[in-house]
C-alpha cells in the first residue's frame, strides 16, 4: 500500500538553526511532491512545489530537495524564526487528488 | 489570490443535528472542490472529491449518505454531516482547485471547521 511518512512527530530547534525535516514514501512514483505549512486550527497552506526532474528548489529560507531514488523529500528552514513554529505537511499526488503525510510540529525556542 | 473562505469556523450542536458547512472559492473559479476531516495531531483524511455540476466521489469508508456534498456552482461547494453523533466531531477542510483534478497546482484550503457534537 502507498504510505508517507514524515521523521518525526515533533522537532525543536533553537532559533536561528536550520530545520530539516523529512518526508519518505513507499509505492509512489510521484511526478511531484508538495510541502505545505498548517498553523494550529487553520487550514494547511502551501510553500513548494518540486517536480521530479528537479533536485532541488528554493524560496526565500526555504529548500526542499527530492530524490526519486531514495524516495525521499527533505524540507530545510535556515535561520529558523520562533515564527516557523507550525506543522508542516509533505503531499504527494494520486490520481485527482493530493495524499498527505501526518506532518512534523517544529516548534522554534528563542 | 486563490482565497478560500469556510463557514462557519466553529460549531457545537446537539446530537441528532445535521450541520452545513460551506466553502466558497472568493477569486477564481473553482472546478474541483475537495472535503477532508483532521483528527488531532493525524493528517487529512481525504473524504471526498466533488466537481461543479457532478456527483461527489467520496473514498472507501465514507458514508455519503452521512456526509452530504453538493457543488452547485464554481464558487460554492457544501458539505453536510447528517444527523451528526459524538463520533463525528472533527476538524473538516475545505480546498478548491480551479482545475479538474489538480495536474500539478497547488490546493487553496479554507481555515477549517471545528465541529463539536455533544
Known amino acids: 500500500s502507498q504510505k508517507i511518512e514524515q521523521n518525526s512527530e515533533a522537532l525543536n530547534i533553537q532559533e536561528g538553526k536550520t530545520a530539516t525535516l523529512t518526508c519518505n514514501y513507499t509505492?509512489?512514483?510521484?511526478?511531484?511532491l508538495q510541502w505545505y505549512r498548517q498553523d494550529p486550527g487553520r487550514g494547511p497552506v502551501f510553500l513548494l512545489l518540486i517536480r521530479e526532474n528537479e533536485k532541488e528548489k528554493r524560496k526565500e529560507r526555504l529548500k526542499v530537495t527530492f530524490d526519486t531514488t531514495l524516495k525521499q523529500s527533505l524540507f530545510h528552514i535556515t535561520a529558523s524564526q520562533p515564527a516557523d513554529s507550525a506543522t508542516y505537511l509533505c503531499a504527494l499526488p494520486r490520481n485527482n487528488d493530493m495524499r498527505f503525510g501526518a506532518g512534523t510540529r517544529l516548534t522554534v525556542k528563542p | 489570490g486563490a482565497v478560500v473562505s469556510q463557514h462557519p469556523s466553529w460549531v457545537i450542536c446537539k446530537s441528532g443535528t445535521s450541520v452545513k458547512i460551506e466553502c466558497r472559492s472568493l477569486?477564481?473559479?473553482?472546478?474541483?472542490m475537495f472535503w477532508y476531516r483532521q483528527f488531532p495531531k493525524q493528517s487529512l483524511m481525504l473524504m471526498a472529491t466533488?466537481?461543479?455540476?457532478?456527483?461527489?466521489?467520496?473514498e472507501q469508508g465514507v458514508e455519503k449518505d452521512k456526509f452530504l456534498i453538493n457543488h452547485a456552482s464554481l464558487t460554492l461547494s457544501t458539505l453536510t454531516v447528517t444527523s451528526a453523533h459524538p463520533e463525528d466531531s472533527s476538524f473538516y477542510i475545505c480546498s478548491a482547485s480551479s482545475f479538474v483534478g489538480l495536474g500539478n497546482q497547488p490546493q487553496h484550503f479554507g481555515d477549517g471547521t471545528r465541529l463539536s457534537i455533544l
Open positions: 509505492n509512489y512514483s510521484p511526478a511531484y
Open positions: 466533488s466537481n461543479e455540476g457532478s456527483k461527489a466521489t467520496y
Open positions: 477569486d477564481f473559479q473553482a472546478t474541483t
